[in-house]
């Protein structure tokens, strides 16, 4: 999760690479709902120890419920996009929400487009 | 040599009665040109035959005996001598008489030649002493104690060039020759010669002596290193230099591959589980101190956190319980 949220920030990064390179450099997002993921995993990523800290409370056979009932509220009030099951895993070149496959972070489309064209490493059209 | 030896032997065996006048006489000119002679000629023997080397430890002995007894033969005296040093077994007083006798004929720097012959005697006792006891022969030592003549690689390679220009039938037989005399002598030069490629050892990073007189470089001077950087950077040439610029920019990992690459824990294992000493600040009995050993146990099994991280997690912990102790006092 964290890893990812470094991902995209790297990805969208507005730096030249220092050597010239014959990849496409893009310095904008594709869409508003694939701003508001990225905002979304850098929140996540922030309070994750900390959701983590008091799920554990929550979670619990041993804490009194008193502590307990109050690690909820306190989950609760944090914010709504701090918490992980908001992400989705969109397509990072075509910001797709679904068909997206989790090992390229592709949708089907571009995954097809640029397999067809020799352009995925270790990637060949299946035949048997 | 041997042949030589052993005329000037039956030579001075047949002069010795006779020739002790007719020496005088010539005066010692003929006799000490060929003691000069020998004396250049010098050289050490390694010969493996006991027998005769016996039998002319036999013969020098008779001889010196028979010499020293003529006190007025000096020309007959040094051949003796020669061939006594020639052939050298024991370091007997008289052989030293000879040498010092041999020393004091010459007439170059006397006590050098008496040291030098001296010497030599010596070689030839350590030689012949090993080959009685039947030990191999340390051609080292006595090659070191010998100044070599270096010859210079230009020279080196002239040398093989004529002899390659040499016949066909032998061609073969020279290359071979000077490969298997060639490559000892350039292993032995230069195998634990030059500097450390550093390859197979982790490159000790040296640190920078160079102190930055400012203090952190503008961003103007940013900017201008990187237009420099873009403008020098040429296309990769081949697959090497491809290789080498996705290393500097982390694509490609640096091998031989380490395995502790950007983890610098620098702490020990019992640091990660003996966690117990942080769970001071608890209250040593109830459920808050159970839950406590239950997180603890469950830190020490995590290899993915650094201490710094598990004991963060702790003291989060002692903070939040402290906020909520007029909670818990309550229950």
């Known amino acids: ?128 | 040599m041997l042949s030589k030896q052993k005329d000037k032997s039956a030579a001075s065996k047949d002069s010795s009665p006779e020739g002790v006048a007719k020496k005088q006489e010539d005066g010692a000119g003929t006799p000490k040109q060929q003691l000069l002679d020998i004396i250049g000629d010098m050289k050490v023997e390694v010969s493996y035959r006991k027998k005769l080397q016996q039998l002319k430890a036999s013969e020098s002995k008779k001889q010196a005996m028979a010499k020293l007894e003529g006190p007025d033969s000096e020309g007959s005296v040094p051949q003796g001598v020669t061939e006594d040093t020639q052939r050298g077994k024991p370091l007997n007083p008289e052989l030293v008489k000879a040498a010092s006798a041999v020393a004091s004929s010459l007439p170059r720097n006397k006590k050098q030649t008496e040291s030098e012959l001296l010497a030599q005697l010596r070689r030839h006792e350590e030689t012949t002493d090993e080959q009685k006891k039947g030990g191999i022969i340390n051609i080292r030592n006595v090659i070191s104690e010998m100044t070599i003549k270096r010859q210079s690689p230009a020279q080196r390679g002239t040398r093989t060039s004529r002899r390659i220009s040499l016949q066909l039938d032998e061609y073969d037989k020279r290359l071979r020759r000077e490969r298997s005399s060639a490559l000892p002598m350039d292993s032995r030069r230069s195998l634990k010669v030059g500097k450390r490629l550093n390859i197979f050892t982790k490159a000790s990073t040296e640190p920078e002596h160079a102190l930055k007189t400012v203090s952190s470089p503008t961003i103007w001077d940013l900017e201008f290193a990187k237009e420099v950087a873009a403008v020098t950077a040429q296309p990769p040439r081949n697959g090497f230099e491809e290789m080498i610029q996705w290393t500097k920019e982390g694509i490609l990992w640096e091998f031989p591959i380490d395995n502790e690459v950007g983890m610098e824990d620098d702490a020990e294992f019992h640091e990660h589980i003996f966690l117990e000493k942080h769970l001071e600040g608890f209250p040593k009995e109830g459920p808050i101190r159970h839950f406590m050993e239950l997180v603890i146990c469950g830190l020490s099994k995590n290899p993915y956190l650094s201490v710094k991280q598990k004991v963060e997690h702790i003291e989060w912990f002692q903070k939040y319980f402290e906020e909520k102790k007029e909670l818990l006092q309550e229950i």
């Open chain 1, 1 to 128: 999760m964290a890893a990812a949220a470094l991902c995209w920030a790297l990805r969208a990064a507005r730096q030249v690479l220092p050597s010239p390179c014959p990849r496409q450099v893009r310095s904008y997002y594709v869409d508003w709902r694939m701003v508001r993921d990225f905002k979304r995993r850098k929140m996540a990523y922030e309070h994750a120890d900390e959701r983590l800290r008091i799920n554990a409370i929550r979670k619990n056979a041993i804490l009194p419920k008193e502590l307990q009932e109050v690690a909820d509220k306190e989950i609760a009030a944090l914010p709504r996009d701090s918490c992980p099951v908001r992400i989705r895993n969109r397509c990072v070149l075509t910001s797709r929400p679904r068909g997206v496959k989790r090992r390229w972070r592709l949708s089907r489309i571009v995954f097809r487009h640029f397999a067809d064209h020799a352009q995925m490493s270790g990637v060949q059209r299946a035949m048997w």
